[in-house]
């Protein structure tokens, strides 16, 4: 049964960057669709971007700045993200397919 883990999170500067990981067990992510989402504190979760059969798409709020890309023989997908700004700050979450993960919390300080 597919089970995604993130981590990666922390605290980090206004432009600075994070890279979280999403280690997707059970089978290999290509057979998923991988989605990234983030809630931050009293705000609804909000799409972040997705990686489908290799084709990756990014929410406006953070193209340019993010970046998703997947390890096979690590069996996980990762989320770079530069030039991070406070309004990135929020409790980050993959899904894999229908499962989703625990989350993991990235701060950005101003």
């Known amino acids: 049964q597919v089970q995604p883990v993130e981590s990666g999170g922390g605290l980090v500067q206004t432009g600075g960057s994070l890279r979280l990981s999403c280690a997707v067990s059970?089978?290999?992510?290509?057979?998923?669709?991988i989605r990234w989402f983030r809630q931050a504190p009293g705000k609804e979760r909000e799409f972040v971007g997705s990686?489908?059969?290799?084709?990756?798409t990014y929410a406006d709020s953070v193209k340019g700045r993010f970046t998703i890309s997947g390890d096979n023989a690590k069996n996980t997908l990762y989320l770079q993200m530069n030039r991070l700004q406070p309004e990135d700050t929020a409790v980050y979450y993959c899904a894999a397919g229908a499962k989703w993960g625990q989350g993991t919390q990235v701060t950005v300080s101003s």
């Open positions: 059970g089978r290999t992510f290509s057979y998923y669709a």
């Open positions: 990686w489908i059969g290799g084709s990756t």
